[in-house]
């Protein structure tokens, strides 16, 4: 079992450009979540998917981002016309269902820089 | 407000001394509480939840609902104990599942 597989590790855009981070959850793994960690700070929870769901998005900026896991392929987590202040490491986990038995297992991340 | 506790961010102790990484939570239903840790270069994984009231690599934790704490605590620290440990909740209703963190707490064991 590979774990949660992010990609790119890295990302480098420019102000006003998209980004696109990707996130395939652990096999057999159905449920999908995305946490932003902006630096010096803990990690902060974004958005809750299950397969083309989402469940709770509470944690999302009300503008420019969207979060998406089709039905087939990978969790898509898009940012719309970034700016500065989007720079920060952005992780993926995903757990096999959800209450107390269910762990969360992470990704290993997409440090995205915004020049 | 939910929110999850960790008042330092720098911990140093010299090999073979106690070490007792502090995190208090506010919450108002019966959370569960975990801690993750993340070593240099590697990803963020899962040390111990205080429903499973194990021990992992030497470490422990106690959820005191009074004292609304989970510290994590181990009487003997190694070097390859060295690494970024994040206190974490996940709340008891609703639909969601989100953890919520911790700033984090740097454990720097000197040899």
Not at chain 2, 35 to 61: C, M, N, P
Not at chain 2, 90 to 103: E, H, M, S, V, Y
């Amino acid at each position: 079992n590979a774990g949660v597989m992010q990609n790119p590790r890295h990302l480098v855009r420019r102000r006003g450009q998209e980004a696109r981070l990707r996130c395939s959850p652990m096999k057999g793994h159905s449920h999908v979540y995305w946490y932003r960690q902006l630096p010096e700070e803990g990690l902060k929870f974004m958005v809750y998917l299950q397969k083309e769901n989402i469940i709770d998005e509470s944690g999302m900026p009300k503008e420019r981002f969207s979060a998406e896991f089709p039905k087939e392929g990978p969790s898509i987590l898009r940012i719309q016309q970034v700016v500065r202040g989007d720079s920060a490491a952005y992780f993926c986990a995903s757990s096999q269902g959800q209450g107390p038995k269910n762990i969360q297992y992470f990704g290993a991340g997409t440090r995205l820089s915004v020049l | 407000a939910q929110r999850v506790t960790q008042p330092e961010k720098l911990l140093s102790v010299f090999k073979g001394a106690p070490v007792e990484l502090k995190c208090n939570y506010s919450y108002s239903g019966s959370p569960e509480l975990f801690w993750y840790v993340q070593y240099s270069r590697q990803r963020l994984q899962l040390l111990l939840r205080h429903i499973s009231r194990e021990s992992i690599k030497g470490f422990t934790a106690d959820l005191n609902k009074g004292e609304t704490s989970f510290h994590l605590k181990k009487p003997f620290a190694q070097e390859e104990d060295s690494a970024m440990y994040y206190c974490a909740l996940r709340g008891d209703g609703g639909a969601t599942n989100k953890l919520i963190f911790g700033t984090g707490t740097l454990l720097a064991v000197q040899p």
